[in-house]
C-alpha cells in the first residue's frame, strides 16, 4: 500500500484516496463479508475478508502519511481493548458466565466513553449505522437506565398507538405527518426487537428474502399461463401467494 501510494511511482488512482473516500468501499466491503458468511461459503469468505483487510490497511496508510497512527498502532490498540474488556481472561481470572462478561464488557464501555468526554447515555453511537441497527441500539441504552418498558406488553400497546397516529396521518393526507408517524413506528418495532434478542436489521433481511422467495414462486406460475402481472387480479395474485408460503 505504501508503494501503491508513492508520491512518484504509485497509483494515480491510489493516491487520489482520502479518508472520506475510502469510508463507503469499507462500509461495502463489511456487508460483502457478512454476505459470504450467510452463504456458507470460506472461499468467497477468505477473499472478503483480505477485500475488508485491505480497507484497514489503506486507511492507515493514509494515517500514516499524515502522522496520525500506524497499522501497527491499530493493531496494539485493539490488543489493550482486548485484554481490558476481558478481565475475567487476562487480569483477574475466574470462572465466569457470558452473561457476567457481556455485563462487564457494557460496564468498561461505558467507562471508555466517559474517558472520551461521551457523557451521555446516547453519546458514542455510530451516526452511519443501518438506521435500524442504530435504532435498535438507541433503544438498548436507554433501556438500560430504566427508560423502557418493563415488559413486551407495553411495546405492544405502544406500536398500536403509533399504528393508530399512522392512519390519522394518512387520511389527513399531510405528507410529513405520515413520515414521521411511520418513522416512530419502526423505532418502536426495534424497541421490541431488542426486548426480544431479535435483531432488528437481520429479521428484515429475512424477511425480505423470504418476499423475494414467494415472490419469485408467483412469477414462475404465472409464466406457465404466460400471464404478466398486470394481467391477473389481486384475489388470484394473494391466491398464489398463499400456495408459496404453503411451499415455505
Not at 32 to 37: G, K, N, T
Not at 85 to 107: A, I
Not at 143 to 172: C, M, Q
Not at 193 to 215: P, V
Request: with cysteine; charged share 40%.
Amino acid at each position: 500500500m505504501s508503494q501503491l501510494r508513492d508520491k512518484d511511482n504509485g497509483c494515480e488512482w491510489d493516491k487520489e484516496q482520502t479518508f472520506e473516500s475510502i469510508a463507503p468501499y469499507t462500509i461495502e466491503e463489511a456487508y460483502e463479508v457478512a454476505d459470504a458468511i450467510e452463504r456458507e461459503n470460506p472461499e468467497d469468505l477468505k477473499e472478503e475478508l483480505g477485500d475488508l483487510l485491505l480497507q484497514v490497511v489503506f486507511l492507515s496508510q493514509i494515517a500514516k502519511e499524515d502522522d496520525l497512527f500506524s497499522f501497527e498502532d491499530v493493531a496494539e490498540n485493539i490488543t489493550k481493548k482486548l485484554i481490558r474488556r476481558h478481565p475475567y481472561v487476562f487480569l483477574k481470572k475466574r470462572d465466569h458466565s457470558s452473561y457476567e462478561q457481556t455485563k462487564q464488557w457494557e460496564e468498561i464501555k461505558e467507562k471508555e466513553r466517559a474517558l472520551k468526554n461521551q457523557l451521555g447515555v446516547l453519546d458514542g453511537i455510530a451516526k452511519n449505522l443501518p438506521a435500524l441497527k442504530r435504532s435498535q441500539k438507541i433503544q438498548k441504552r436507554a433501556s438500560d437506565v430504566g427508560f423502557d418498558w418493563p415488559g413486551t406488553r407495553g411495546v405492544i400497546n405502544k406500536i398500536k398507538e403509533e399504528t393508530d397516529e399512522l392512519e390519522e396521518a394518512i387520511e389527513s393526507q399531510n405528507g410529513v405527518d405520515i413520515e414521521e408517524e411511520i418513522g416512530d413506528l419502526l423505532m418502536i418495532i426495534s424497541n421490541l426487537a431488542q426486548k426480544e434478542g431479535i435483531d432488528s436489521e437481520q429479521a428484515l433481511n429475512r424477511a425480505n428474502k423470504k418476499f423475494i422467495k414467494r415472490f419469485k414462486y408467483i412469477e414462475e406460475e404465472l409464466k406457465k399461463t404466460n400471464t404478466s402481472f398486470n394481467e391477473v387480479q389481486l384475489n388470484e395474485l394473494d391466491s398464489l401467494w398463499r400456495d408459496a408460503k404453503k411451499q415455505d
